[in-house]
């Protein structure tokens, strides 16, 4: 066997580091797009609030509720598998799996649907996915207070 030349496992590894790189590097990206619609919904939603006048705070709001469907839509398919994922249902299946197809088309999508682990999943992205849940309900619940 030649020096130089790669053997079946290592390139099997190298692609799965590869693919795990760009995985995070589109989550990344996807986490960048929130953020900017996030940021875009807060601008409109002070300028719904504190306009010169009724037409200014009106189209604002509407900016806001536009901007914002733009993210919901876009985590839709997310949102679909990760719920599956905490219920124990098994995502390779309909009626979830049109939303893991959707997802798939991205690295990050991919890992996602990798850690699923079917339908017995036990594993740790599910306890990810509930520990997201129980921080962000507790921040909701904290917010409510300040308010």
């Known amino acids: 066997m030649e020096k130089d030349k790669r053997g079946f496992g290592d390139n099997a590894r190298y692609n799965y580091d590869k693919s795990l790189l760009e995985s995070l ?3 990344v990206h996807l986490l960048a797009k ?5 940021n875009a919904v807060a601008d409109a939603l002070k300028k719904s609030l504190h306009g010169k006048n009724i037409v200014e705070r009106t189209n604002a709001l509407r900016d806001a509720d536009r901007i914002n469907q ?3 839509n876009e985590t839709a398919p997310f949102k679909k598998v ?3 994922i ?5 995502v390779h299946r309909a009626p979830i799996k049109t939303y893991k197809l959707d997802i ?5 999508g991919q890992f996602i649907v990798n850690q699923a682990g079917g339908s017995l999943n036990d594993g740790g992205l599910r306890c990810d996915i509930e520990d997201a ?7 909701l619940e904290d917010a409510d207070e300040i308010i």
């Open 25 to 27: 590097s589109e989550g």
């Open 34 to 38: 929130s953020i900017i619609k996030t």
């Open 70 to 72: 733009l993210s919901v």
């Open 82 to 84: 990760m719920d599956a």
């Open 86 to 90: 905490l219920q124990g249902d098994d």
């Open 104 to 108: 798939v088309q991205s690295n990050f």
């Open 133 to 139: 849940h129980q921080t962000a309900d507790k921040e």
